[in-house]
């Protein structure tokens, strides 16, 4: 797939910010007044910053309300949904704790749930896709999840839990990465299954329909190099997991140190979280590439 | 659910406007749809009598070939060096006083200093007869570098060809095999055809190197080794032969088979026995005597001999045995040269066996034939065939044509319910045609039609000196029967003043400096030549096209022309027709648009021209002009009395057909009609066309002959015999010693293989293809933006052998040889291709600044053209002559004779093919970058 | 509307036959055309004259080289258009409700002015059936040319696709595959019409029909007696059979 710079940012970015949300929500950390302010300004704009990306790759942004409307059968919808609902519910929740000084925590628990399921609804946007076997398996909701908890827990000062999310999310890329290479060969999609063909010999692409590019070729097929997909990887996962990890389990006396040690923490997570998802669309492999002889 | 309504009924336009397609020379029918005076949207006529309805990829891209930005605008006058693409725009009348100025002395003086030549010109009849006014002898069309070979194989033989000339029975055939065919002429009517036999469950076996489009869905492919076909078509015909799988019942009555050959030493040595009417003789079985093969009633006996003062003489089909019978045509002698195992050859020949004799068909038509015999039944053998470049556009072509010719006769599938059938105007036996003209005659018309087919020696074109009369050197000891010209002979022979200097060039659609010629570079080369003087050594240049092509950069005055929705033209039965087996038919185009740009039609514009200049046969005694522009001469024209450019509508209340007075309200009946006449041959009338009364009856009446012409199909070709003869010494008229031998081995009366000269192409092992694109016609499709997109890029296909022999990947870029030259190309693999044969689409490699494309576009980048390699000369033998790269008998360009070496190749520094040649200079500008062409709201 | 129908009342579609596909590309541009006149906003093209042509198309044509156990390769042209599946996800994807699926007859289409160009509907597609136009910004997609299988403007006989109207081979086909006895239905029964991609559960409506076998002559030919049993060994016995033989005639 294109690994198209909106989405990856809205990816990473509302994953994070949704994950703060939900940290938020259930009072972690329980502040209030300026402080509140400006955590819940860091939540909202890594959320909505993150939402308004993603319009930047639509034909007709001005129609995006739109997208609200089909919530029964449309994972992007339910996100939209889902994502309307958390940020007003938190946002209710954040006046009580900006101004009033107060955490309403059933409002907070509600607001904490739906800001992980439009987590969850954004991951499922993905993993519904059968046409990219590298998405279509239970880890990459997981993955998501695991993300979005892990950056919220970084950046939301959960010390003593952020390092076993960031494990966690760790684990589970690895494991993403592990089975995700074997999906497409899994899916039993082939040129010969694609065309028909199959059962009458070895099929190949021979000529294609047109000679330049076009849209499907645009956006759907995008060739990483192995040796530089394994790069990127190792990359990903220092910056995203290790490099945190070491971190926030750097014993620091001192406010400061310990705060710009998170800052650190949190800042390598959201690179390395960023190359992750970049790699998560760039090796994606769509199976309508097989009608041009590619993966 | 509340879905969304829409309207399913809407308008689809203003008004339709039927036309013809100018896309290729199929010449379909098209609905053009207008919505507020414009072209939205084309279609194919469901009444038009070439393509029902349908539409190839062209031709519904016709509207993108309307608005291309590469149109011309005006008339242009060169202010750069030749070559350059700087012009100055003029106005017509400069134009055309600049035109006459060149040319009206020439046709007072010299008129075969005015060389005329055109391409695919859709109309011959007219730009004939223009030259043929004017006085020149050097007129011809392309002919003689597309596919002569097929139109003469098949005219000699059986007085009608494959190209366009005739067709499968579609509706009937049980087998079809076809040789060597990417698209033709006939397209959209193959593919309909095809798919006809398809959806039948019927067989199709296709022989081919290369297995793409036709050959692709055909069940059985055959990957012969190209220009072996003569050797594989004869090897059918031995086996049949020898299992006697021959239609002899036909042989005896329809063709020369039983035609006694003369064997007495002399010079009337293998000509035909002819009664003092001229006629040939046959063995009669009723009376054992020889008699006129047409005397009624006469049975004419296959085997019977002659003998006459002591000499015995046999008929044709005795010859034939004794050449095709014998062992070097055996599958097994051949299989190897052909790349076909000799089984499948015989497996072939037994299918083809089983379908004509185990399957043949009946109809019951009652017809009558030329001898005033009665039958009550059609018998049709359902084999059919065609072919057109793969066999026509190799050196041996002619006599491989013949060959295949003569296996359709010898099955009896020629005019049969199943088999091969003929298109008005054909059948025509050569007798009918004219043979060539080329007297020169200061002022006066040529004495007769420029082309033609020669009976023999007296009819060359040479002059008393034996020099050639016509500049491409046609109709000469070289290329005795060079029926169509050597248009790709032209400008060499020009530029090298052989075998005399001209003064002006004029051409009409030839995209001669780029992909029309072979040796792309020497041509550039030729038209930018200059002598001691520094003027250029062809003084001239006036070109006519409608596009900014690469050849408008080498002219110096451009007559801009208009698009075919944008004015007349006629597609007549005096040319190339639209004609099917049953039906005589013929179109035109009309202005469906006004042109938005200082053009004018080029027909038009010769006729401006010839009024100029006063030329005979376009003034009356007064010298006033006759026709005012083409439609003007479409309608008043007559040929003969009755007989104009158009057959339907004639007479003065437009209710005659084929003969008949001017009708002057003609057009609009055509208009109304959907562009065409149709006038169906009715039924009887409809197979054994050369040798049914009915159908003669009926060909006299439309005006196709002016008597009944039935005639014999000449398995044995006396005319060439002819020319054998005076290469054994006899006639006045001798051939030069160096051609002597050539003409007595390669004018073979009956059709034989021979190997293609390969002399200087030691090591050069691989042969090397060009294939038509179905969607892209020559260079035209480039400009078209819907087209492009398909077609942008060409690489050379090579098979999975010479990849590997090669360490070539897809993508990978390699070096090809000939010769003559070399390019650096990129590659692609193909599975489904004769091992030792590469191959590419033609036409697509463009020079940067041509068409309107941006020079960084692809078809100038990556694109590349075969014709770097091919030379209009042979390689050099070291006997200081330099032979030419054509068929030794018709002349036809030699296209697909050439031969390669590849290697491996770094990619060029720019990634770009090789060789590059600087861009020209748009005379036009470049295209705009976006599009969303919708006329309608 | 994002919700596919339970069931639609017809299954219009196309019946693609690739032993008769020539791969002419008529259909492409002949689809093109017409829909660039008609249905929504016009197919647009990007570059047109220039270093990098793109364009909108709502059906292309592929082909491939398929490599038999033994036999020589073989060349299959395949066209390839939306297959207006039952089971469509490009539609119960869709967030803005833009695409659907017609309850009438089972056509998929989108509603331009609803499309927010999100492109979803496109990854959820396995056969790259949609298209974005880069000029209009919405998706475009065959719409079994719906504005003239209907269309009272048009004779009868041309309310059928564009693209199925122009095939030059014949080997597109159009009908209600819903109904068995329809021609498309017993042809897909006749000539084992298949799925693309069935394990994606799509559904298609469309079929293809697959190539017959190739390259049999030898098999199924006696290339000796009685075909091909020679009349005579000997040039001079040919001769005799030839006198023998006209006798009977
Ligand atoms: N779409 C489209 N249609 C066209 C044209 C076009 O440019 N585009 N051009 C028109 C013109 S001018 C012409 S002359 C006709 C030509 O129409 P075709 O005769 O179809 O011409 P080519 O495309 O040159 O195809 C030649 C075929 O012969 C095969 N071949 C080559 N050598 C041999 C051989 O030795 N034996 C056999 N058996 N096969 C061989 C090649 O592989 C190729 O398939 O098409 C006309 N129609
Ligand atoms: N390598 C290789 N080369 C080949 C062949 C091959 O098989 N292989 N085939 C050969 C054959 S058979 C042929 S016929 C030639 C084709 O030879 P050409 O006839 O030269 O082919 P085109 O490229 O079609 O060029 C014709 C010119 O006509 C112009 N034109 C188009 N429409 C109009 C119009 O309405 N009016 C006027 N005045 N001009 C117009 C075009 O812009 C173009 O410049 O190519 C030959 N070249
Ligand atoms: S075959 Fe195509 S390009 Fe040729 S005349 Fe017919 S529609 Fe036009
Ligand atoms: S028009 Fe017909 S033959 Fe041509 S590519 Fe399309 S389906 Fe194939
Ligand atoms: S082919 Fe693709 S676009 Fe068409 S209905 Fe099926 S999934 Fe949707
Ligand atoms: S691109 Fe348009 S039709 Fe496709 S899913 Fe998005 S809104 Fe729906
Ligand atoms: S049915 Fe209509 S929209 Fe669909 S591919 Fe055919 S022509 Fe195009
Ligand atoms: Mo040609």
């Not at chain 2, 190209?163 to 579609?170: H, I, L, R, V």
């Not at chain 2, 003969?659 to 065409?676: K, S």
């Not at chain 3, 299988?149 to 006989?157: G, H, K, R």
Request: hydrophobic letters at 40%.
């Amino acid at each position: 797939m294109h690994p198209a710079p909106s989405v990856i940012i809205f990816t990473t970015l509302s994953g994070l910010g949704f994950g703060l949300l939900f940290f938020l929500g259930l009072g972690q950390p329980a502040v209030t007044g300026f402080v509140a302010f400006v955590f819940y300004a860091i939540a909202y704009a890594l959320a909505v910053g993150g939402l308004l990306a993603s319009t930047f790759h639509l034909g007709h942004p001005e129609r995006a309300w739109k997208a609200f409307t089909q919530w029964k059968s449309s994972w992007l919808s339910r996100e939209g949904v889902c994502a309307v609902v958390a940020l007003l519910v938190m946002g209710l929740y954040a006046l009580g704790a900006v101004f009033m000084g107060s955490h309403w925590s059933l409002l907070g628990w509600i607001g904490a749930l739906f800001s992980l399921a439009t987590v969850f609804t954004t991951s499922m946007i993905y993993t519904q896709l059968k046409t990219i076997p590298r998405w279509n398996m239970e880890l990459t909701p997981a993955m998501f999840l695991s993300f979005s908890l892990a950056g919220g827990a970084l950046l939301s000062g959960a010390e003593a839990l952020a390092p076993w999310l960031l494990a966690i999310a760790g684990a589970i890329q690895l494991a993403y990465w592990a089975k995700g290479d074997g999906a497409f060969a899994r899916s039993g999609t082939t040129l010969g299954t694609a065309t028909g063909l199959g059962v009458r010999g070895d099929v190949r692409a021979f000529e294609p329909p047109h000679t330049g590019t076009n849209y499907l070729l645009r956006e759907f097929v995008h060739v990483v190099g192995r040796k530089h997909a394994q790069k990127l990887r190792m990359i990903a996962f220092a910056l995203a997991f290790v490099l945190p990890l070491l971190l926030i389990l750097i014993p620091a006396s001192g406010v400061v140190i310990k705060h710009f040690l998170v800052l650190l923490a949190v800042a390598s997570h959201l690179a390395g979280a960023m190359v992750s998802r970049w790699l998560f669309f760039a090796q994606a492999e769509h199976v309508v590439g097989l009608y041009y002889g590619k993966r | 659910m509340n879905q969304p309504v829409i309207d399913t009924s809407p308008k689809v336009s203003d008004e339709v406007r039927k036309t013809t397609c100018y896309m290729c020379a199929c010449r379909c029918g098209i609905n053009v749809h207008m919505k507020d005076g414009k072209v939205a949207y084309i279609e194919g006529n469901r009444d038009h009598p070439v393509n029902k309805g349908v539409l190839c990829a062209k031709g519904s891209a016709g509207i993108m070939q309307v608005n291309a930005p590469s149109r011309l605008r005006k008339p242009l006058r060169r202010v750069g060096p030749r070559g350059s693409g700087e012009f100055r725009e003029i106005e017509w009348d400069e134009a055309i006083s600049t035109a006459v100025g060149w040319m009206h002395e020439l046709h007072e003086t010299a008129p075969q200093k005015l060389a005329f030549f055109t391409g695919r010109d859709q109309s011959q009849s007219f730009t004939s007869f223009w030259a043929q006014n004017f006085g020149t002898p050097n007129y011809a069309a392309h002919g003689g570098f597309c596919s002569v070979n097929m139109a003469a194989g098949g005219i000699y033989t059986m007085g009608g060809a494959f190209w366009e000339f005739g067709q499968p029975d579609w509706d009937h055939t049980k087998l079809f095999m076809l040789f060597g065919v990417a698209e033709d002429h006939d397209s959209n009517p193959i593919k309909m055809g095809i798919g006809k036999i398809k959806a039948r469950g019927a067989r199709v076996i296709g022989v081919n190197p290369i297995r793409s489009g036709y050959n692709a869905v055909a069940d059985d492919w055959v990957g012969i080794t190209p220009g072996t076909d003569g050797l594989f078509i004869l090897s059918l015909i031995h086996v049949l032969m020898k299992a006697g799988k021959i239609e002899l019942d036909y042989l005896s009555r329809y063709t020369n088979a039983p035609v006694l050959v003369n064997a007495a030493e002399g010079p009337e040595k293998g000509l035909f026995l002819r009664d003092a009417d001229g006629k040939p003789l046959v063995i009669d079985r009723a009376t054992g005597e020889p008699t006129a093969f047409d005397k009624p009633g006469v049975r004419p006996d296959l085997s019977a001999t002659y003998d006459k003062d002591g000499v015995t003489h046999r008929p044709v089909f005795h010859l034939m045995a004794e050449k095709y019978l014998s062992d070097e045509h055996a599958p097994e002698a051949v299989a190897e040269r052909c790349g076909i195992p000799a089984e499948r050859i015989r497996a072939i020949a037994a299918e083809i066996a089983r379908v004509a004799f185990d399957e043949a068909i009946e109809l019951d038509h009652e017809w009558t034939d030329f001898r005033g015999e009665k039958h009550s039944k059609m018998i049709g053998r359902p084999v059919s065939f065609h072919s057109m470049r793969g066999v026509s556009a190799h050196a041996n072509g002619f006599q491989t044509c013949r060959a295949l010719h003569v296996l359709q006769i010898l099955l009896g599938s020629v005019e049969v319910p199943g088999g091969f059938r003929f298109k008005p105007p054909y059948p025509k036996p050569v007798e009918a045609h004219p043979t060539p003209h080329g007297d020169r005659r200061p002022g006066r018309p040529l004495n007769g039609p420029h082309l033609g087919f020669p009976r023999g020696p007296d009819d060359l074109l040479l002059d008393d000196d034996n020099n050639p009369i016509r500049i491409d050197k046609a109709f000469t000891w070289e290329n005795p029967m060079s029926a169509h010209g050597l248009m790709h002979m032209v400008i060499s022979n020009a530029a090298a003043g052989d075998p005399y200097k001209i003064d002006t060039l004029f051409m009409y659609m030839a995209n001669m400096s780029w992909n029309s010629s072979m040796n792309t570079k020497g041509v550039m080369e030729m038209l930018t030549a200059k002598d001691d003087d520094g003027n250029y050594i062809i003084p001239n240049i006036i070109y006519s096209d409608a596009y900014s092509s690469e050849m408008v950069a080498y002219a110096d005055l451009i007559l801009p022309d208009t698009t075919y929705l944008e004015r007349h033209d006629c597609i007549s039965l005096l040319d190339r027709p639209i004609c099917e087996a049953d039906a005589a038919a013929d179109a035109i185009r009309w202005p469906v648009i006004e042109p938005d740009r200082d053009v004018r039609g080029f027909q038009s514009v010769l006729i401006e021209l010839a009024n100029r200049m006063s030329l005979p046969g376009f003034v009356d005694e007064d010298g006033n002009p006759k026709w005012k522009d083409y439609a003007d001469y479409i309608v008043n024209h007559e040929r003969r009395a009755g007989i104009g450019p158009l057959a339907g509508f004639r007479g003065e209340n437009g209710d005659k057909e084929g003969r008949g007075e001017v009708n002057p309200d003609q057009l609009d009946r055509y208009i109304e009609n959907g562009g065409f006449y149709v006038a169906h041959i009715p039924e009887g009338a409809d197979y054994y066309k050369p040798w049914n009364t009915a159908y003669q009856d009926w060909a006299v009446g439309m005006g196709i002959y002016d008597s009944p012409q039935p005639y014999l199909f000449q398995l044995y070709s006396e005319p060439m015999r002819k020319f054998q003869l005076a290469a054994e010494g006899h006639g006045d008229r001798q051939p030069p010693e160096h051609l002597r031998q050539r003409i007595k081995d390669k004018m073979d009366p009956l059709p034989i293989w021979y190997e293609t000269d390969q002399q200087g192409n030691e090591g050069f092992t691989v042969n090397a293809l060009t294939q038509r694109p179905m969607a892209m016609y020559h260079s035209w499709g480039t400009q078209n933006a819907w087209l492009r997109q398909l077609h942008g890029r060409n690489p050379l296909y090579v098979p999975t052998k010479l990849m590997r022999e090669h360490g070539l990947k897809d993508g990978d870029w390699a070096k090809v040889t000939s010769p003559h030259g070399e390019i650096t190309v990129p590659v692609m693999e193909m599975a489904a291709l004769n091992d030792n044969t590469v191959w590419t689409w033609n036409a697509i490699g463009k020079r940067k600044g041509a068409w309107a494309l941006q020079e960084d576009a692809p078809e100038a980048t990556k694109g590349f053209l075969l014709n770097h390699l091919i030379h209009e000369l042979l390689p050099s033998k070291g006997d200081g002559m330099r032979w030419a790269n054509s068929d030794p008998i018709t002349g036809q360009a030699a296209w697909f004779d050439l031969k390669v070496k590849i290697e491996k190749a770094a990619a060029p520094a720019d990634v770009e093919s090789q060789p590059e040649f600087g861009p020209i200079k748009s005379p036009v500008g470049t295209g705009p970058k976006d599009l969303a062409w919708k006329v309608g709201k | 509307m994002t919700q596919l129908p339970q069931s639609t009342e017809r299954k219009m579609g196309l019946v693609i036959d690739l032993d008769t596909c020539v791969g002419c590309h008529a259909c492409v541009i002949s689809c093109k055309g017409w829909n660039t006149e008609n249905y929504g906003a016009p197919l647009s093209d990007q570059d047109a004259y220039g270093g990098n042509p793109s364009g909108t198309f709502l059906n292309r044509v592929h082909s491939y080289e398929v490599q038999p156990a033994d036999g020589h390769a073989q060349l299959i042209h395949f066209p390839k258009s939306c297959l207006h599946c039952e089971d469509a996800p490009c539609v119960t994807v869709c967030p803005t409700g833009a695409s659907y699926k017609r309850v009438e007859d089972g056509i998929v289409l989108v509603n331009e002015s609803d499309c927010i160009g999100c492109g979803l509907c496109a990854w959820s597609c396995p056969y790259g059936a949609r298209e974005l136009d880069m000029a209009e910004g919405v998706m475009k997609k065959c719409t079994l040319c719906v504005d003239r299988i209907y269309n009272e403007n048009l004779p009868e006989v041309d309310r059928v696709p564009s693209c199925v109207r122009t095939c030059p081979a014949g080997a597109r086909h159009f009908g209600d595959l819903g109904d068995p006895d329809s021609d498309v239905s017993k042809l897909v029964a006749e000539r084992d019409g298949m799925d693309l991609m069935p394990e994606m559960g799509t559904k298609p409506v469309n079929k293809y029909l697959p190539p017959r076998p190739k390259d049999t002559v030898e098999d199924q030919i006696d290339i000796l007696a009685p075909l091909l049993a020679p009349v005579a060994e000997e040039p001079k016995g040919f001769l005799g059979w030839l006198d023998k033989t006209l006798e009977k005639i």
